[in-house]
């Protein structure tokens, strides 16, 4: 257990140990629940999903990719998919045949 002191306008410091043990970073936003027993509860409020993606958001900009080049390869993947999983092949004509 770790004591912190109520600063100047209610301001709290969550030890570093603990904001790195549950991935809080600034700015993220808690919950602020007074306990009948006189505890109070702070619970985080973010979504791991957007999370996540505001991490790859920052991974395609390094790598300098847009979000059009990945829809274009979303699209490419999901047609490989389609032709690896639904279509036997093509015909003499060059039509798709289907399974």
Same mark, same amino acid.
């Given at each position: ?31 602020? %629940?007074? $306990? =009948? *027993?006189?505890?109070?509860? /702070? ?8 999370r ?12 300098? %990719?847009? $979000? =059009? *080049?990945?829809?274009?390869? /979303?699209?490419e ?9 639904y ?6 004509s ?6």
């Open positions: 257990m770790e004591s912190v002191p109520i600063r100047r306008k209610g301001v709290v410091t969550i030890p570093k140990r603990i904001r790195e043990r549950f991935g809080l970073r600034e700015g993220d936003v808690l919950s602020v %629940v007074a $306990l =009948d *027993d006189g505890s109070i509860l /702070l619970t985080p409020l973010f979504s791991q999903v957007a996540h993606g505001d991490e790859v958001a920052a991974m395609m900009a390094e790598a300098g %990719v847009s $979000l =059009d *080049d990945m829809m274009d390869q /979303l699209d993947e999901r047609r490989r998919y389609y032709e690896q999983h279509r036997k092949g093509t015909d003499e060059g039509q798709t045949e289907r399974a």
